[in-house]
DNA sequence: CTGAAAGCGCTTACAG
DNA sequence: CTGAAAGCGCTTACAG
């Protein structure tokens, strides 16, 4: 057995040469497209072990115009959403002979719109973008050339980009009615400053879920905040101060649940007996606190495993396909603050 | 303004046809390696911004043999140290123009193995490897081929090989240090089943500090469990109930610290009052859970810029240079349950 | 200041 | 059953 200077790559071309035959013949037993006689089979195959011969993946890249490559550009990896999605996309694209190459973004366009171009100058065969607005534009030049993209949370799909979102209306439908079958009849929800996005949309469903229920909405029962801790603490104390204080309330997100909770604390209330708190998302710290956190979860292994299929579609089936819209069904964690 | 059709890309030929120059002068007014006459560098220049022209990097990757990649091998994406990591990485490796492939292993080693080649097997200029065990022989295949690679979570370098990782047995040391300058002299421990790794260092750092303040190592203070949550339920349990129990007690980690707190919230004791609990790792559960965790930390963003700069060293920089070991301080972060 | 040509390491029609 | 050759899209000595 030879052993290989370091920094020196064996080719194709050494075997070849080693074995006593083609580049052709030895590309053929490697990918088993043509039939090889046995003996030269064999010969190559030793010296393929011999010498451990690894095929090159960019020059086979360039030869085959496929990259085997990925793109998931994301805000913020730091984000455990992201993580769970991206093990999940992984799991299924790995099997495929993809890899994916993740690019945080930090949510700023112009890193967004610097990385998206990077992706395709590196040919991968599929993007997975998760940006922080402005999805279509942003998305353009990929696009263009006919890379298959899929837009992470949003709704609406358009030419060549395939969406796929957790529906927000639904987690907020289905967390009220959590509520509302318990017995709460006055709910609160603490939700951010703005009046688009998921946040709206998970109000939305809780008024849905109201109207069902024949409860009248109070809108005194909406609380304003900034998505943080201390958003939660301030609107939660809004809310219990009150003429006629909320039963429940339900936080636009786990962060913001937790910090509701510092001034249920705070104030001597017993949870969920004075108030019950809820939030969304289900982070690690939700099962962690104590009282545990009752709240309402995706599993984003599970989105990242569809988003690895959708994406296989679209580069390996048949073209073309209808621009395909994946929605995630939430559903509710029961534990002891709600 | 021509429109493409999707799916084809423009290459560097077409640009130079339709500039009317050799492939040569565009390549060179990209790369600004070759001066080049105003008038053509403009001609060049507009027919680029026309056709929206980008350079294909699996081609640039094949002539300059090097894929301007990194692999990132790690055993779960889904605990919040990697990525991290992965984000301090990509921050100083992104300015070099180097992207990132995430790898996830599930600390299977199986699976390390194929992923490993899979990366030599694209040519990435360096990779990161946090294997479960057996570092250095599941690395080889990168090392023989010449491929720069750092090992995480190991001390010991090797030729061709670099090694990061944080200081545990400081840890443990400054940890302890920390409870008994607060005034705790009876401490205890709760570690895992095994008798090696970062776990083992805290200890030893634990039985360091100790005798450096004068105290009796007592081995009745060490309880041995899993690591999880119900692990330091147990644990303290144990500790609690001996006939002279720990004032203040040590966990491993974050989470089988949280199991601690459990147990004595359960027996109606104050926290640091009756028994002061610490952790390791600082997972964004120890500021959320209430009362917020006393914990010791690194900054693993810090530990990935140390390691994309290192990478680029060994990339870029001049060869050859001593195998490298990094180690990071950790420090404490004071909150309420210590 | 510019271009023709070689070559990076593969795959795959084409031919025998 | 096998091989010679073209070509994927670049960069870079070499030459003028």
Redesign the pocket.
């Known amino acids: 057995v030879a052993k290989s200077t370091p920094g020196r ?8 040469r080693r074995a ?9 037993v ?2 088993g ?9 064999q010969r190559v195959q030793r010296i393929i072990t011999e010498t451990g ?4 993946q ?3 890249s ?4 496929r990259s085997y490559t990925i793109g998931l550009i994301i805000p913020d990896i730091t984000n455990p959403f992201y993580p769970s999605l991206a093990s999940g996309m992984q799991e299924v694209l790995r099997t495929g002979g993809y890899d994916v190459i993740i690019c945080n973004t930090n949510a700023d366009p112009e890193v967004e719109r610097a990385v998206l171009t990077r992706m395709v100058t590196r040919r991968v065969d599929g993007v997975a973008f998760a940006g922080y607005y402005n999805h279509v534009r942003e998305v353009g030049p990929a696009v263009k050339v006919g890379i298959p993209v899929v837009l992470l949370g949003t709704q609406v799909p358009g030419p060549g980009i395939d969406v796929l979102s957790t529906d927000d209306l639904a987690a907020g439908q289905i967390a009220s009615r959590y509520l509302i079958e318990r017995g709460y009849r006055r709910i609160g929800f603490i939700t951010g400053p703005a009046g688009a996005g998921p946040a709206a949309e998970r109000v939305a469903g809780y008024r849905r879920a109201l109207s069902e229920a024949g409860i009248r909405f109070d809108k005194t029962l909406i609380a304003r905040e900034e998505f943080s801790r201390v958003g939660g603490a301030s609107g939660i104390a809004r809310l219990l101060d009150l003429a006629r204080p909320p039963q429940a309330v339900l936080c636009t997100n786990d962060v913001v649940a937790i910090g509701a909770l510092d001034t249920v604390r705070g104030r001597g209330l017993r949870v969920p007996d004075d108030v019950a708190v809820m939030g969304f998302d289900d982070i690690d710290a939700a099962a962690l606190i104590s009282p545990a956190l009752t709240t309402v979860s995706v599993i984003p292994v599970q989105q990242g495993r569809a988003l690895g299929e959708l994406l296989l579609r679209r580069i390996e089936g048949p073209q073309p396909e209808e621009p395909q819209r994946i929605l995630f069904e939430p559903f509710v964690v029961a534990r002891e603050t709600a």
């Open positions: 790559h064996v080719s194709i071309t050494d075997v070849a006593g035959v083609s580049v052709t013949t030895v590309s053929h490697l990918s497209r043509r039939p090889v006689s046995e003996h030269t089979r011969y690894q095929a090159n960019v020059a086979r360039l030869r085959m115009q």
